[in-house]
């Protein structure tokens, strides 16, 4: 436990003038973004609907972006010789890299983000409005798909990021996004063979529409489906989590 304090005490120091700069970045651009929507788009402060979007949105750009870079080094082999000649287990590294990319990550974004979205919603709101702050933990089943979602696309961007040795966000994007694709394009295939019905789209993990007496039809999945499918993606993570630390136990030998 002392050396694992150590090792996280050593990366902070060495990589936190770095994070802050990051932090304030992201600070300036979810202000602009969020003041350009309220005041030239919407011309009214965001509804919960809309604060929930940019939560989710930022999240996913900022994490995953973030994520792809804390095991880059180990990606190159020029790099890595002197992260991997450190006296720490290689779960120890891990865990490091983890938890400042996932846990931590996780709670300074929400931090961050609760602090520019309360700024813009009273910055911009006219007299008399009344101001509803979108809360995360209002209701559980956004919060885990939320957060299932998150645990999903880290665990790819943190395979990306020890997996290939230069631009992991772009390869790791590109792969998971052809893969998505691929799917979109035979879901609609696949499940007018199994249903017997010739659809007029089908969302890939989401609802079907077909015509009937020229009437559009819409199967929407029900509630029980969507905590299925977080837990699903949750899994996923834990499977991705696992081939990172067998690639970084690679790397140690």
Known sequence: MQRFGLLFKKHTSENYKSYLLSVGVLIGIMFLLMSFVT?????????????????????????????STVLANLGDKKKAIALLTLPATGMEKYLVSWLYSFVILLFAYTGIYYL??????????QPGEEVKL?????????????????????????LG???????QFIKTA?????????????????????????LDSAVLFGDIAFLQNKERVIIKMPETYEYLLSL??????????????????????
């Open 39 to 67: 005041f030239k788009i919407t011309g009214r402060i965001m509804n919960l609907n809309q604060q929930k979007v940019f939560y989710i949105l930022f999240l996913f750009a900022a994490g995953t972006i973030f994520t």
């Open 116 to 125: 520019v979205n309360t700024s813009v919603l009273h910055l911009f709101k």
């Open 134 to 158: 979108f809360n995360i933990f209002a209701e559980s089943n956004t919060f885990f798909q939320i957060f299932s979602s998150f645990a999903f696309l880290h665990s790819l961007a943190f």
């Open 161 to 167: 990021s020890i997996w290939f040795e230069k631009t």
């Open 174 to 198: 590109f792969i998971f996004l052809f893969f998505i694709l691929i799917l979109q394009l035979v879901n609609k295939q696949i499940l007018q063979l199994l249903l017997g019905l010739e």
């Open 232 to 253: 699903l993606l949750l899994v996923l993570g834990f499977i991705l989590w696992t081939a990172t630390y067998d690639r970084l136990k690679e790397k140690q030998v």
